[in-house]
């Protein structure tokens, strides 16, 4: 397990001038309306909405291997025709669709998107290692408003990009006009998304009530993205658990992190490892920010002054 500092927990902070002009107000992304997503959209194991994390982890060398020989579901139960005659049927004992490494592409996507329209038993879809685009993600996330019922969703090693999470992120965010998202559980490793889409997706989730696990390791964050996601992690009242590694975040990102981190302190995951940018002043602000009385924290080779906070590399 990762390294866990036990501290007792500090009371509210002052505004950090170190911050980077950090506030808690909204970003600019909105969609208010279903024609606006249509133009938009161009391991703690105890979730239980989940059956648990997906226990993957972004490794750049991955993408020489097959999905399929890490694929741990039995063909049998959770193959394509299966999964699409259940899917037609409106089958209510159809409560999970595992199809990572299928190969589906954006055309096999649209199909199941197209028999998944109005199940209402379905909580949990991973179709992680499908290649799947921004235009199989718009098809499949008008789908998921129909679902109404879904809790997961893993898409981990697609290529969604920006577009794509702008299309999810109008499924994520709670709107009068359309079905309150219950969706608890969001991964979205290693899929081309920069600081547009994390803009997306952090706006959308700062009201959403449902939401616990975001991972949004291995994509193309930087600092410009980890600003909104400090924001969500300074508004949401439901997030648990936050996953930028392998980001491209430097000590300025891990600033904001810190001073959300300080008005925040239900959040009790961050992962930031691999951001080799990330140095001591990172690391001390982290350290620092740190008032919840059990974190799980995981940086890029550093220990920090207090020593609460080991590199899991060594």
Same mark, same amino acid.
């Given at each position: 397990l990762p390294p866990v500092l036990q501290r007792l927990p500090t009371q509210q902070p002052a505004p950090d001038p170190d911050a980077d002009g950090l506030q808690a107000g909204g970003l600019a992304f909105s969609s208010e309306s279903f024609a606006s997503f249509e133009s938009a959209s161009l391991s703690y194991d105890g979730l239980s909405e989940c059956g648990g994390g997906s226990e993957?982890?972004?490794? +750049?060398?991955?993408?020489? /291997?097959?999905?399929?020989?890490?694929h741990k579901h039995s063909k049998d139960a959770h193959d394509v025709a299966t999964s699409l005659e259940r899917l037609r049927a409106k089958? %209510?004992?159809? %409560?999970?669709?595992?199809? /990572?490494?299928?190969?589906?592409?954006?055309? #096999?996507?649209?199909?199941?998107?197209?028999?998944? /329209?109005?199940?209402l038993g379905l909580k949990k879809l991973d179709l992680a290692w499908n290649g799947v685009s921004a235009v199989g993600c718009k098809a499949l996330c008008s789908a998921i408003l129909t679902t109404k019922n879904l809790t997961c969703i893993i898409l981990n090693k697609n290529q969604i990009g920006d577009k794509g999470a702008c299309a999810l992120a109008f499924v994520l965010k709670p709107e009068p006009m359309k079905p309150e998202p219950k969706i608890a559980k969001v991964e979205l490793i290693g899929n081309q998304i920069g600081p547009a889409g994390a803009t997306a997706i952090a706006e959308a989730l700062m009201k959403n009530? %449902?939401?616990? /696990?975001?991972?949004? #390791?291995? $994509? !193309?964050? #930087?600092?410009?993205?980890?600003? +909104?996601?400090?924001?969500?992690?300074? %508004? !949401?009242?439901?997030?648990?658990?936050?996953?930028l590694d392998h980001n491209g975040i430097t000590d300025k990102g891990a600033k904001m992190l810190a001073h959300a981190m300080k008005v925040n302190s239900k959040?009790?995951?961050?992962?930031?490892? !691999? $951001?080799?940018?990330?140095g001591e002043k990172g690391a001390k602000a982290i350290d620092n920010a740190m008032n919840n009385p059990i974190w799980f924290v995981r940086l890029p080779n550093q220990k920090t002054q207090a020593g609460g906070i080991a590199s899991l590399t060594k």
């Open positions: 993957e982890e972004f490794d +750049p060398s991955e993408d020489a /291997r097959v999905a399929g020989a890490a089958d %209510k004992g159809l %409560k999970e669709v595992l199809l /990572r490494g299928s190969k589906l592409g954006d055309e #096999g996507v649209a199909e199941l998107a197209a028999a998944m /329209r109005e199940c009530k %449902k939401i616990k /696990r975001l991972h949004m #390791g291995g $994509n !193309n964050v #930087g600092d410009l993205g980890a600003k +909104p996601m400090s924001e969500l992690v300074m %508004k !949401n009242v439901s997030l648990k658990q936050i996953f959040i009790d995951q961050l992962d930031l490892f !691999n $951001n080799e940018k990330i």
